[in-house]
C-alpha cells in the first residue's frame, strides 16, 4: 500500500531519473490523514517546534517538515535536532515511541497505520500463549501496550537482521503479512508466525 509513496520519494530524489510505479491504484491512508493545512495550523499553535514526518507522509507534508525520517531512524533525527519541541506526523504510534527514547516534547499528529494500529496487546498474549518459545518482534509503529509485549522493537531491515542472529527457532511478527513472506524467504530454517490477521486496507 505504500508502493505510491515510496514511487514519490524515490522521483523527489531522483529527479533525472524515471520511476516507474505498477500500481498506479497504490495509497496509504495514514498519509492522508493529515492535511498541508493541518500542518500548517499545526505549526502555527507550536511555531518554536521543528517538524519531523514519517517518511509514509505525501510530498506535500514533506515539504513543509524539517527534516523526514523513517521507522529506523527515527529517534537518531529527532535526537539530532536543536529544538526542544518536535511536532511528529503523521504517525502517532511511531511518535510515542520516539518520545520514550528522546527528552524532548514530542507533538504528536493523530494519524497511525491501519495495519500496525491493529494489532493489540491482547493478540500478542495469545499468540505467545501457542507459541511459548517464540520471539515477539514488532514495528515501532504498533501501539504502545504491544510495544510493552515485545521482546524487541526493530524496523522491516532490522527484524531481518535479528532473525537471523538469534538462537530462537519461532518468531512472532507484529507487522504487514508480506513480512512473514519475505522473512520465510530469506530465512527458511526459521518459523514466522503472524500476531494477527492484517485487516483491509478499506478503513
Known amino acids: 500500500m505504500r508502493g505510491g509513496l515510496m514511487a514519490e520519494t524515490a522521483a523527489i530524489l531522483s ?3 524515471k520511476v516507474v510505479l505498477p500500481e498506479k491504484g497504490a495509497w496509504c491512508p495514514m498519509a492522508h490523514m493529515i492535511t498541508p493545512d493541518q500542518l500548517h495550523d499545526l505549526k502555527a ?26 521507522s529506523a531512524n527515527g529517534v537518531q533525527v529527532v535526537a539530532s535536532l536543536s529544538e526542544k519541541q518536535v511536532i511528529f506526523v503523521p504517525d502517532r ?35 505467545r500463549a501457542e507459541h511459548p518459545g517464540a520471539e ?3 514495528h515501532p509503529e504498533c501501539r504502545p501496550e504491544v510495544i510493552d509485549l515485545a521482546d524487541y522493537v526493530y ?32 530465512i ?16
Open 15 to 17: 529527479p533525472h531519473k
Open 136 to 138: 515477539v518482534l514488532v
Open 93 to 127: 504510534n511511531l511518535a510515542a515511541y520516539v518520545a520514550r527514547h528522546t527528552d524532548k516534547e514530542i507533538i504528536p499528529w493523530n494519524g497511525y497505520c491501519y495495519v500496525h494500529d491493529h494489532l493489540t496487546a491482547e493478540q500478542v498474549q495469545a499468540a
Open 45 to 70: 499553535l507550536h511555531p518554536e517546534a521543528a517538524v519531523v514526518c514519517y517518511v509514509n507522509s505525501t510530498a506535500e507534508i514533506k515539504a513543509k517538515s524539517d527534516i523526514c525520517c523513517t
Open 188 to 203: 527458511p530454517r526459521r518459523s514466522f508466525i503472524r500476531s494477527a490477521r492484517t485487516p483491509s486496507a478499506r478503513i
Open 155 to 186: 524496523s522491516t531491515a532490522g527484524m531481518g537482521r535479528h532473525a537471523k542472529s538469534s538462537p530462537a527457532r519461532e518468531f512472532i511478527i507484529g507487522t504487514e503479512a508480506g513480512m512473514i513472506y519475505r522473512l520465510k524467504k530469506e
